[in-house]
């Protein structure tokens, strides 16, 4: 029997001149979180979240600091508001199911640990609130589907902060390949390679899924958004893969599990994809993307080629600002001129923010959620298959 959909493709719902958010999860991420919403106007925070009391009594705390916006210019014209009398504060074990049946919340704001990210985001969905969700927003293809089919039910947004969309390299490159510059897409590559032996060595700080010993790509997203918001542009998608994951270590040293994978799209275009945060390899999200006119990278130096021509670093940077301007490019500006830690997360946050006051469609939506984040179990399914092609499922009606 086939079921009708109900389609959560460029979803729009009512406005929101204020966007009032309930945050769950306190610790260092949801913290990190509170600390970056002080500067984004249109935002009220009606309430928090949490198993322990002290992470809410920490979260109180950020937000009484937040009248000194220390080093961000301007910052008193953009405040988020807060109003400590009003403010919703839960604690416990069903803190998070209060919150998201408050009156007083638009958007529930995830911050908690990988396993929880699907079932509080559906939860979340059915109490008729919008949900944005930290990275990955689910850990297997069972929850991404979970995930599309609540948000088609209920027409809430579902939205995986992936701020790596909204690097700046990421936004010009995007810009100038759908003005035309790189020609057809062939080649792409992403990845996060970061040096965490320390962290990776003390298992007891990490769950399964995050862990050295995962198997597979636990941590897709940083490395494919980008690349999957340049095949929606092109209306391709991923449609398989093969992954491999190191072992000259051991199979059971937290070290040398670095993971890569080759992914192909519908119209042809091979992507390369790489997880390693167990080796000295220096810092790398990759960011290579290549076409038949046309090549950048980011990493290790700011490269553009283009006939007849190469341009490098400070150059190719400017070569890549002369791309049009797109929405989320001046919001990093914008970021960049008041003085932010991030631009990037700055940019991600105000086009959220900017896009529920409309009533427009998300830049990021469910079905970005859940054909990235599927690739936390599809990467370790073809690795422990010995590099086995795995097909990566059409979540889009």
């Known amino acids: 029997m086939i079921h009708s959909r109900t389609s959560a493709l460029a979803l729009r719902c009512a406005p929101l001149p204020l966007v009032r958010i309930g945050f769950v999860g306190l610790g260092r991420r ?52 807060v109003s400590e009398e009003k403010l919703l504060c839960y604690v416990g074990e069903d803190a998070a199911t209060q919150l998201m049946h408050s009156g007083e919340v638009d958007v529930v704001y995830l911050c908690t640990d990988w396993d929880s990210h699907t079932p509080l985001a559906v939860e979340a969905m059915r109490a008729g609130k919008h949900v944005a ?17 609540t948000a088609e039910e209920t027409q809430r947004h579902c939205f995986m902060t992936e701020n790596c969309c909204y690097d700046w390299f990421s936004l010009a490159a995007r810009s100038l390949y759908n003005s035309g510059f790189f020609g057809t897409l062939t080649h792409a590559e992403g990845g996060y390679l970061h040096d965490w032996r320390k962290f990776f060595a003390d298992v007891q700080t990490q769950s399964y899924e995050q862990g050295a010993f995962h198997g ?9 958004a980008p690349i999957g918001q340049l095949l929606r542009d092109n209306n391709d998608r991923m449609v398989q893969l093969v992954s491999m994951t190191g072992r000259a270590m051991g ?47 980011k990493y290790p130096n700011v490269t553009v080629q283009k006939d007849p021509g190469v341009w490098i670093n400070e ?22 001129a008041r003085g932010v830690e991030n631009p990037m997360n700055y ?20 079905y970005d959620a859940a054909e990235w984040s599927c690739l936390v179990e599809l990467t370790r399914v073809s690795a422990e298959q010995g590099g086995m092609p795995v097909e990566i499922p059409r979540f889009r009606p």
């Open 347 to 366: 940019a991600m946050d105000v086009r959220f923010v900017a896009c529920l006051q409309a009533g427009l469609p998300l830049d990021i939506d469910v």
């Open 251 to 297: 199979q059971d040293s937290s070290l040398g599990h670095a993971n890569s994978t080759l992914i192909t799209t519908e119209k042809g275009v091979t992507v390369l994809l790489q997880f390693d945060c167990t080796t000295p390899r220096p810092y790398s999200r990759l960011q290579t993307l290549c076409g038949t006119k046309a090549f950048a990278q």
């Open 216 to 224: 597979g790509n636990p941590y897709p997203t940083h490395g494919i």
């Open 315 to 336: 150059e190719a940077e400017a070569l890549l600002w002369e791309a049009p301007l797109t929405p989320q490019m001046k919001a990093w500006q914008e970021g960049k």
């Open 30 to 81: 949801g913290l990190a979180t509170l600390r970056r919403y002080q500067y984004i106007k249109g935002v009220e925070v009606t309430a928090l979240a949490d198993l322990s009391e002290d992470c809410v009594a920490a979260a109180k705390s950020v937000l009484q600091g937040w009248e000194k916006c220390e080093g961000v210019k301007e910052a008193s014209e953009s405040l988020a508001h």
């Open 133 to 149: 969700v930290e990275v990955p927003a689910a850990t297997s293809v069972e929850e991404c589907w979970m995930l599309v089919r």
